[in-house]
């Protein structure tokens, strides 16, 4: 129900982000046979641009075309992201995936960081003069907005990726590595007259090589010394034969690919992409959560259903779908919070006070939206540890600020209609029939004895004075006809016991 609450919801704000869809299948309903189709990578590599990548692959495969030309602008972004694009990019064998870094007006014509990951992961690079690549050494966001290097053992799995990649593609190797870790030394070496760029190790080993095989190995410059992490200009990207060419432009491309402009396709987020990244970003993320949580709160505090819980679902739809749509919901995510509600409205209708039921739910309600925010359940590198403590307090902070606003809801409008069920506003009144013993009263029967006129269980009637009254016996049954004392009168209710 709430994943086709949110789909509904976002079929109807995607007029609302124009026509692009619409636009794209018409044109590539205009190509008879497009060959290649161009998927942009701009900006910071994260989450949604994943999906979208994802997405642009798939259609470009069903549609049979030869090239996949992945426009790459991009100072990095999310290593678990990039590892995606590199997994999903790696796997195709169908057709031919090609890095393109071109100059943009409003780009910044460099392919860092994760953008030099996925690059590597295509079978060619093309980067136009006056663009770079490198810097691939995995960071972590500390405090304040500040970087930090990530530890020994995140570095060395990307540098294995890295690696790993530029093996299969036909990349040199000691690039890769220079790129993700700043204690690799790289040289040039001739080889044969043929230049290459290896490792200070690997030139050690080509040397050895060369006395036992014959042959030369004359060392050039150093290209990265240790300490200092590898980024090249596409001049130098050609030089070492990472890079195939230097075209300027999109037809200088399409010529050495031998593809008929008329025949690609140049794609760009939809509307669906662009709603996924705004409900998926940290600001409306955090906005949903503390909607969504303080409707919450009133609906399981009122009987019935109203728009407090539609609002809840509502916002809570959004989160899980538009997560659900980067592939980090699962059936634990769903299960966990379904669990926290059950638990949650135990602790209000069923248990009084507020214990172990309401604090539990309270628990399995963060963590299941914890886990919507993330790929993984338990860390295994910094980088992931990093991004759950994030999640873990931005969660904790909107919880913490929706019982804020859900208290001061309750006092600032706890006597509306809208909230008149939130709070007790009867009253007894005399009007109503309400009375209460007054001090004279009290003074009156206190110490007075009579007779049961009925059997006290514990409640009956007494005659006290010559006066039947009502009262009710101290801790035990007292039959007719016994002789009692009023002991004790409080409000309207006179306390008697056997004499």
């Known amino acids: 129900m709430w994943y086709r609450l949110s789909v509904t919801l976002l079929l109807l704000i995607i007029p609302l982000f124009g026509t692009s869809a619409q636009e794209q299948r018409e044109q590539a309903e205009a190509q008879s046979s497009p060959r290649a189709y161009v998927v942009p990578i701009h900006g910071e590599i994260d989450r949604p641009l994943t999906v979208y990548v994802t997405r642009s692959v798939e259609r470009a495969r069903e549609e049979g075309v030869d090239h996949i030309i992945f426009d790459i602008d991009t100072f990095g972004g999310r290593v678990d992201s990039a590892l995606q694009m590199t997994t999903r990019i790696g796997s195709l064998t169908d057709v031919e995936t090609v890095a393109y870094v071109r100059v943009r007006p409003e780009g910044t014509g460099v392919s860092w960081s994760a953008g030099a990951i996925i690059a590597m992961a295509t079978d060619r690079i093309y980067m136009a003069p006056g663009t770079s690549m490198g810097a691939a050494a995995p960071v972590l966001q500390g405090s304040g907005g500040s970087r930090e290097p990530a530890s020994e053992k995140t570095v060395s799995a990307v540098r294995t990726q890295m690696a790993a990649l530029a093996e299969k593609n036909g990349y040199p190797v000691g690039v890769a590595l220079a790129m993700v870790d700043a204690d690799v030394k790289l040289v040039e070496a001739y080889v044969d007259e043929e230049l290459r760029a290896v490792t200070a190790g ?15 190995v004359e060392q050039g410059r150093t290209i990265s010394g240790a300490g200092k992490l590898l980024s090249l200009t596409a001049g130098e990207m050609e030089r070492y034969g990472v890079s195939s060419g230097t075209p300027t432009s999109y037809d200088e491309l399409y010529s050495r690919l031998e593809v008929d402009p008329e025949a690609v396709v140049e794609l760009s987020p939809d509307s669906a992409d662009r709603i996924v990244s705004v409900i998926t970003g940290g600001a409306f993320t955090s906005l949903l959560i503390l909607v969504g949580l303080v409707a919450l709160f009133l609906e399981v505090t009122s009987p019935g259903f109203g728009i407090p819980g539609s609002v809840a679902a509502i916002a809570f739809a959004l989160i899980f779908s538009a997560n659900f749509m980067l592939g980090q919901v699962g059936s634990l995510e769903l299960l966990l919070f379904l669990a926290a509600i059950v638990l949650l409205l135990v602790e209000v209708f069923l248990i009084p006070g507020f214990g172990v ?40 902070a909107n919880t913490v600020g929706a019982f804020v606003a859900f208290g001061g809801i309750a006092y600032l409008f706890g006597r509306t209609n809208m909230f008149s069920r939130l709070t007790l506003s009867d009253t007894q009144t005399t009007d109503a029939g309400f009375t209460a013993q007054s001090n004279e009263v009290r003074e009156r029967y206190l110490g007075t004895a009579g007779r049961a006129a009925t059997t006290l269980r514990p409640a009956g009637t007494a005659d006290l004075d010559d006066e039947r009254v009502s009262v009710e016996a101290d801790g035990e049954w007292i039959e007719a006809g016994e002789e009692v004392e009023v002991v004790r009168v409080d409000g309207n209710r006179i306390i008697v016991r056997k004499r």
């Not at 690997?202 to 030369?216: C, I, V």
């Not at 993330?374 to 860390?379: D, H, K, M, R």
């Open 357 to 396: 039921a309401g604090i539990s739910g309270i628990v399995l309600l963060v963590a299941s939206l914890v886990l919507s925010m993330q790929g993984f359940v338990l860390p295994e590198f910094d980088w992931q540890r990093g991004r759950l403590n994030r999640n873990v307090l931005l969660v904790l």
């Open 202 to 216: 690997k030139f050690e080993e080509l040397s050895r090589e060369a006395d036992e095989l014959g042959g030369t």
